[in-house]
Structure formats: C-alpha cells, structure tokens
Nanobody, 123 residues
Framework: VQLQASGGGSVQAGGSLRLSCAASGRTFSSYTLGWFRQAPGKEREFVAAISASASSTYYTDSVRGRFTISRDNAKNTVYLQMNSLKPEDTALYYC?????????????????WGQGTLVTVSS
C-alpha cells in the first residue's frame, strides 16, 4: 500500500482544513487508517483512527469535537476534517495504514506511511 497525503496549508486560528490521503492497492478496505502528527521538537503523536469498516473512530483528547476522520473505500481515500484550528495544531500530519485494530494509537502498529503534509496555524 502506498499513501499520498495532501491538503495541508497555512490558516489562521479558528479556520479549517481538510486533509486527504489517497492509497493505492486493492485491499484498502481491509486496513485500519490513522492520522498522526509531529510538531517541531516533539515526538509523533496519534491524532485519529478509523476502522476498516468505518464503524469505529477514535480521537486524541485534544482534537475530539474539532476533527473528524472519515474514509471512502470506493475512492481509496481517508480524510481528516479539521475545524476550529489552534496554533498548537501546527505540525506535519501523516496518514498511516495497517491490517488490524489492536493498538491503533501506537505508531509502531502501522506498516505503511504517507509522506506528511504540513499544517501551520497562526494566532
């Protein structure tokens, strides 16, 4: 599976962005998909995940209620809608995929990673 993230950019606090991650491969619908982010000088952290069937979604506490993860298996694409953005959301955002559901908050669980897309939120 190859992943290509896009949609990053620069916005002011309170604004919105939608990240997309397009995947190659015929088994896209069998993968758990996640979004992670890494701010300068910090470790990569879990943001959100969605199960293969899209029946389950999870978010880190700091984005719950502001971000929404979704997927379109027909288009082999996962999305991250980000609303009410804050300066602390500034980071390089990565999409990732793996087959399974255990430990979806852990980066080591994921086998495939996109290249990252930069989100910058100014105050």
């Amino acid at each position: 599976v190859q992943l290509q993230a896009s949609g990053g950019g620069s916005v002011q606090a309170g604004g919105s962005l939608r990240l997309s991650c397009a995947a190659s491969g015929r088994t896209f619908s069998s993968y758990t998909l996640g979004w992670f982010r890494q701010a300068p000088g910090k470790e990569r952290e879990f943001v959100a995940a969605i199960s293969a069937s899209a029946s389950s979604t999870y978010y880190t506490d700091s984005v719950r209620g502001r971000f929404t993860i979704s997927r379109d298996n027909a288009k082999n694409t996962v999305y991250l809608q980000m609303n009410s953005l804050k300066p602390e959301d500034t980071a390089l955002y990565y999409c990732a995929a793996y087959q399974g559901w255990v430990a979806f908050r852990t980066a080591r669980s994921y086998d495939y990673w996109g290249q990252g897309t930069l989100v910058t939120v100014s105050s």
